[in-house]
């Protein structure tokens, strides 16, 4: 549709995360600070939060596509309320463990004997798990025990924990104080400001072939941060929303009023807050 009538040569709000959009704004340039600095200390955990849409899956993607060519081997799993025996599966089949069909006992012994090979190798291992918040008390101790198996005193698995702002204090319980012990380094994803989020649309459209058209004003650049606070998932739901419009519209400007338009919408169907007066 609207990707016709810009001459875009695809979408460039898609709502799924996509590496090949990744942007590089302030916060996102620190978190990858801290991951990059985690990679080098080759042990304990890193831990990134940050508010739901800002961002965290997508630099986890940039970060393992990255890796490729990289003497390194990562692998990502997405918790939802897994119980422990589950998330070590889980694990195993992200590293293409076997794991269907036999105990728990089994499936530690081949873990410890391919991350075993892998330090042989001189491979490092990496486990990213994106959903953190969602991870019972029992499903992180036994991450906690994975992250124990070692060689000549070396860590043979880091393993870095990705989630929303509630993760933070699961973390600073009481109970969970020798995993916390073992976390190396820590980032919470701050949203964009207003300059970064008009940089962060026009990286996006640039990346599609945009040609200035449609155009966008200061003011609708200005009103897109207030309506959506800087967070890269609203940016993109609702820039994918203007463009529709002025497509639906034959315009070739995005300013204020369509602005003003597609969010007062929005805002009737309770996915984005009213603009202030």
Known sequence: MYTEYFKLEGRPFQLSPDPRFFFEARPHKKA???????ISQSEGFIVITGEIGAGKTILVEHILSTFVG????????????????DLLRMVAAAFDIPQEGVDKATILKRMEAFLIDSHRADRRV????????????????????????QVSGRSLLQIYLVGQPEFRRTIARKSLEQLRQRVI???????????????????????????????????????????????????????????????????????????????????????????SA
């Open 70 to 85: 990289r003497n390194l081997i990562a692998a990502k799993v997405v918790t939802t309320q897994l119980n422990a025996d």
């Open 126 to 149: 990496l486990l990213f798990v994106d959903e953190a918040q969602n991870l019972p008390h029992g499903a992180l101790e036994e991450l906690r025990m994975l992250s124990n198996i």
């Open 185 to 275: 380094t820590s980032y919470h994803l701050q949203p964009l400001d207003a300059e970064e989020t008009r940089q962060y649309i026009e990286h996006r459209l640039h990346h599609v072939g945009w040609q200035n058209d449609p155009a966008f004003t200061a003011q609708a650049f200005a009103m897109i941060h207030e309506a959506t606070g800087g967070v890269p998932r609203k940016i993109n739901l609702l820039c994918d929303r203007l463009l529709l419009l002025a497509y639906l519209e034959e315009k070739h400007e995005i300013d204020a009023a369509i602005v003003k338009e597609v969010v007062m919408d929005m805002h009737t169907e309770g996915s984005a807050p009213a603009l």
């Open 32 to 38: 990858l600070a801290y991951l990059n600095y985690g």
